[in-house]
């Protein structure tokens, strides 16, 4: 049990947030860059060990309680909630779940304490929605496994010290903990991307990396199966309030400017068709964010429905995100296409959403599917 008082907590997020991220969340974003005093905040106020329990030295919250600590940073900057998601929620988190015990002693304190930087390696050239088809590979050497092949799209690879990999052995899926100083390790920075732009994204390449044998999680052939759906269920969970982050993010955008904006001789927010916009994202922030605690609560004992109701949270949260985003920019007219404000930022993170963390096509096959077994008729 931690004895940390969640609101204390957020609280701190909160003043964090306001002070520390928002006013340089565009800065972030031109630099395409995190400053390093953003992390060492991050890791020195536990921010970075939220959701790790205190036994492995973080802070413990549970669900609801990172939820919200992660809207907070997210509303303020999505490259520094993305770091949450990578980090904390999917690295950290498959680690909590399926790693062994000597490996969770060997890593999660100095991830929890944010010494150690972490991030997720499953995507490549040809590996994308069908994460199943990983061609990097790996084989069995001894006490160690060698690991050969190509990474791409990978979220602060360039500044990670840890990378949870996934590789195949002739379809036989596995996943492992690399560290950044291995002989074979090369990563390569990549930029211009819509959003996220502050992520460190890099390519990276593994040449004949011998890995501890200790650093397998979960197992020959849990790859797939357990380690990738496990790291998809808590970095879904993650997404969804990033979702709502941005949206509530927006709709404050759009409120202020259509309350002082004044076209032909009135306030543009007494047009109806304003309040439209900003009506439909007063009510979909709402759901959405009640969608997220919805899945907290399936996700705080684990529950066999805890799956498919994150895949409901993220997919209903990033398509409301795109659409309270866009508003925000249609609100602000050709202030809202422009940097000097933040409603084209929002725009450009929301869109990510829909595509990181299995797209909004594959939530909606798995959704259908789900609905399909659930509510067709068996007469
Ligand atoms: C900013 C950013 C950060 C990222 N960070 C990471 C990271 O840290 N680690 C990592 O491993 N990866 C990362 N990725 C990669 C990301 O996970 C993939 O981009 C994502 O899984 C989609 O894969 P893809 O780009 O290959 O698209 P594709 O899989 O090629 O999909 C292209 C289109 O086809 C559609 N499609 C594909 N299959 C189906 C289907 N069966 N049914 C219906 N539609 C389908 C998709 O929905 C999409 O619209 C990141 C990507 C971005 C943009």
Known sequence: MSDVDPSEVIARA??????????????????????ADVVRTMAAEGFLGAAIPARWGGLGLDPLAYGELTEVIGKACASTRALLTVHTSIVAGTLVDLASKRLKEKYLPALARGERIACFALSEENAGSDAAAVTTTYTRKGDTFV??????????????????????????????IVERDAPGVDTRPMSGFLGNRATHIAEVAFADVEVPAENLVAGVG??????????????????????????QAALEEMCSYATRREQFGVKIGTQQLVQKM???????????????????????PRTADAAMETNIAKYFS????????????????????????PAERLFREAKILEVIEGTSQLQQVMIADFGYKKYARKN
Do not use: M
């Open 14 to 35: 909160r003043s964090f947030a306001d002070t520390g991220l928002a006013p340089r969340a565009a800065e972030f974003d031109r630099d395409e860059r995190l400053p």
């Open 147 to 176: 690991l050969n092949g190509r990474k791409k799209w990978i979220s602060f690879a360039g500044i990670a010290d840890l990378f949870l990999v996934v590789a195949s052995d002739h379809g036989t899926t596995s996943a492992f």
């Open 222 to 247: 849990a790859g797939f199966g357990f380690v990738v759906n496990t790291a998809l269920l808590h970095g879904r969970y993650s997404i969804a309030w990033a979702g709502v982050a941005l949206a």
């Open 278 to 300: 900003v009506a439909d994202a007063v009510t979909n922030v709402a759901a959405a964010r009640e969608l997220c605690r919805r899945a907290g609560r399936f996700l705080a």
């Open 318 to 341: 990033s398509t409301i995100a795109q659409r309270a985003t866009s508003d925000a920019v249609q609100v602000l007219g050709g202030n809202g296409c422009w940097s000097g404000f």
